[in-house]
């Protein structure tokens, strides 16, 4: 492990923050770190308990009860109908694949790149991409009209040498999706381990500690392990960013290649991996933000500096999403069809047009009149609130492009209005097993990656070099 | 490997060339009066499921072919009706339902090119009915034929055609040119050794038919009643959506020209 030190840039003459504060230059002792995030893991109050009582309830009731009422009666529970074949089933699909793709972008992205203010929370973005891709995948299940035969999407070699069709989208998204969540799932594992070992050896007894003890695979924080475990984590860090561009892209195609006006376009791709950026980045702003204030002791580590990056991302999406979408809307106008005009026309002026205008409020003004101001930025709540209109936005784009899409083809006779039925209870369960999953997660696992936060307090250093205190980092690598 | 494991081979599947086909349908909406007799018979025929009002009204009506009716002008006193369009599965050479199905349930018969549905291979995705440009796939959205849902219809039950199978829920179904009778007939020829005849038989609509709009017949002789009746209104002859090159089989002979 090489050691340079190099000065952070500043530019010359001007005020600006202390540099200290971005970096967490005021370290703590490592035990005393450590005993903190294990602290914030024990310590609960009746209402967490309450709040996970109700939400498991709710998934009992809505993935359960009604899931189950869905499969025995069919299809027909929910509100699709001709011409409206996929309804808001598939709208989560999409939804909550967007959500997971936040998590791999600032891991792995924001890693590779070696952005020092990711680090507190890259394992909360991680956790939204397992738990959201659960969730995916339970949509797609959902909406299949045959859900006990699943397995017969799955390439099983078998004795009738029947395959599925390699040419269908749908296989290629089954394939894109299982790949995402197996190496996400890794991915969220890898940099787990020396928190688990943490967590082993803190722990007295109990199953808690026999849970600890396995998942860590006899971590003791030698210098092998620590190279085996950053080359792994490194090898991870870079071939999942292919995979998470991918993935969305395939996601699109479901749409992007079918002969439906307003879908068939070749935009789709990027655009839908920005949308999916968008909604992800908001989501994580807002788990932040529930976090840091339901959390013991986690004001120490997510700071309003992290909401800052945080906030200038989402504002850098939000317009990258502009323009694909102005892109997705000029081009088939400019293109003239007739039945895409149709389409856009009916998303302007048809009886759901509110939605296509909430959509573009959400998507677009509020990010950019909330997140210019850097001290709004800093402000949590704020940003939270930023966060959940963005997704409102980001559903009702999902929403306006299958179901209300979905309504324009090319038999008018055929023409009808979606209303969803028993998508609406299955839906809030959807959102209720998410956030069960995190907060039971929250009980098991550090949240906070203690050793990385703890690594990069160690590379800065604050030199004296003449008068002037200079904030240095060092390169780990 | 791929080969040694039954695994099918990517090929181009674009073709120079349009085939001929073999089943065609000509339907003449001069003709057509709207009485959708063809709906009630091919129901009868093919076990179509009764939906009732409710879900009926709502979209999920699943008759394999439909009489639409569009108005030009909406605008009183200036209403004014379209031409009766009976509209049933194309019978597409390139049809778009087909290679996106996942497990193979939406097929194309090399041998009667005809698409057909494998019901018992269906797990229910929908991606062919949302990519039929027609909208002419239905999908069994409960299970119809429970008694259950319409118990005033247990006794139409002993009225099901033999020949075809009753779908249960949770899969696609589509007009199959009454396959059946395709099938029946074949072995009749087979039996008796020789091809089958144009105007041996025919489908239920066009059976049903009482202004005889709906004609149906072979396509690769040309001396067919179907080629016959298509050339001699060469002037009206036209496919549905004929711009998405989907080489549907049935020619229209458009009315009020």
New interface residues.
């Given amino acids: 492990m090489t050691t340079i030190a190099k000065p952070i840039a500043r530019p010359h003459g001007e005020e600006h923050e202390d540099p200290r504060q971005y970096l967490m230059h005021d370290p703590l002792p490592r035990g005393q770190m450590n005993a903190m995030v294990m602290e914030s893991m024990h310590e609960t109050s009746p209402i967490f308990w309450l709040i996970t009582a109700v939400l498991a309830a709710t998934v009992v009731f809505s993935l359960g009860y009604e899931w189950y009422i869905l499969i025995m009666?069919?299809?027909?529970?929910a509100g699709?109908?001709?011409?409206?074949?996929?309804g808001v089933f598939l709208v989560n699909t999409v939804f909550w694949i967007g959500i997971s793709h936040a998590g791999t972008f600032i891991s792995a992205i924001l890693r590779v790149l070696k952005v020092e203010s990711r680090r507190p929370f890259t394992r909360a973005a991680e956790l939204m991409t397992t738990f959201g891709l659960v969730q995916a995948g339970l949509s797609i299940f959902m909406?299949?009209?045959?859900?006990w035969?699943?397995y017969?999407?799955f390439?099983i070699?078998n004795q009738r040498?029947?395959?599925?069709?390699?040419?269908?989208?749908?296989?290629w998204d089954?394939m894109a999706i299982t790949t995402y969540l197996l190496c996400s799932t890794m991915y969220l594992f890898l940099p787990l381990i020396p928190d688990l070992a943490m967590a082993r050896d803190r722990t007295e007894g109990g199953w808690l500690k026999q849970f600890y003890k396995i998942l860590a695979l006899g971590f003791r924080g030698t210098e092998g392990e620590w190279k085996n475990l950053t080359t792994a984590m490194n090898i991870f860090a870079f071939a999942i960013i292919p995979v998470m561009f991918s993935v969305h892209t395939i996601v699109s195609w479901?749409f992007a290649?079918?002969?439906?006006p307003g879908w068939n376009s070749t935009v789709f791709g990027p655009y839908f991996v920005i949308g999916a950026l968008h909604s992800g980045m908001a989501a994580v702003a807002i788990v932040l933000f529930l976090l840091r204030s339901t959390m013991k002791h986690y004001k120490y580590f997510i700071r309003p500096e992290h909401f800052n990056t945080i906030g200038m991302l989402m504002l850098l999406v939000s317009m990258a999403w502009a323009y694909f979408y102005f892109n997705d809307y000029l081009v088939p106008w400019y293109g003239g069809d007739v039945w895409d005009k149709l389409f856009q026309e009916y998303a302007e002026k048809g009886p759901k047009a509110y939605l296509w205008y909430t959509m573009l409020t959400c998507n677009i003004a509020v990010p950019w009149l909330i997140l210019w101001n850097r001290k709004w930025r800093e402000t949590p709540w704020l940003l939270a609130i930023a966060g959940i209109l963005i997704n409102v936005g980001m559903y009702l784009e999902r929403y306006i492009i299958i179901p209300v899409g979905?309504t324009i083809?090319?038999?008018?006779?055929?023409w009808?209005q979606y209303e969803p039925r028993i998508e609406v209870p299955m839906t809030v369960g959807t959102f209720a097993f998410f956030l069960l999953l995190y907060m039971l997660a929250s009980r098991l696992i550090p949240l906070i990656p203690v050793w990385e936060v703890q690594e990069g307090q160690e590379a800065h250093l604050i030199r004296k070099i003449g008068k002037a205190e200079i904030s240095t980092l060092s390169d780990m690598e | 490997m791929a080969t040694e494991l039954g695994m099918p081979a990517f090929t181009n599947q674009s073709q120079e060339e349009e085939p001929v086909g073999r089943w065609g349908m000509v339907i003449d909406q001069d003709l057509c009066t709207g009485c959708q007799a063809c709906v009630a018979a091919c129901s009868m025929e093919n076990n179509v499921p009764i939906v009732g009002e409710d879900d009926a009204s709502y979209g999920r009506y699943m008759h394999w072919i439909r009489i639409e009716r569009l108005w030009e002008n909406t605008e009183y006193p200036e209403v004014k009706m379209t031409q009766f369009q009976p509209m049933l599965c194309q019978q597409c050479h390139n049809a778009p339902c087909e290679p996106v199905c996942p497990v193979y349930a939406s097929v194309h018969s090399m041998s009667e090119d005809l698409n057909l549905q494998v019901y018992n291979r269906c797990v229910g995705t929908r991606y062919c009915g949302n990519n039929c440009p027609y909208q002419v796939r239905s999908f069994n959205w409960l299970d119809y034929q429970d008694e259950r849902i319409h118990p005033e219809l247990v006794s139409l039950h002993n009225h099901a055609n033999p020949d075809v199978t009753v779908r249960r829920r949770g899969v696609m179904e589509k007009c199959t040119f009454c396959i059946q009778r395709i099938h029946k007939a074949e072995d009749k020829a087979k039996s008796e050794g020789r091809e089958v005849e144009d105007g041996e038989f025919t489908t239920a609509c066009a059976q049903a038919c009482p202004a005889n709009a709906i004609t149906f017949g072979r396509l690769d002789d040309p001396e067919s009643g179907i080629n016959k009746l298509a050339a001699a209104n060469r002037s009206r002859a036209g496919h549905a959506l004929e711009e998405l090159r989907t080489l549907p089989r049935i020619t229209y002979l458009a009315g009020g020209v």
């Fill in positions: 009666q069919g299809q027909g529970m699709v109908t001709r011409p409206d074949y996929w909406h299949l009209g045959r859900v035969l699943v017969w999407m390439p070699p040498t029947i395959w599925p069709d390699f040419h269908s989208p749908l296989m089954l479901d290649m079918a002969t439906r979905v083809n090319r038999m008018p006779f055929t009808r």
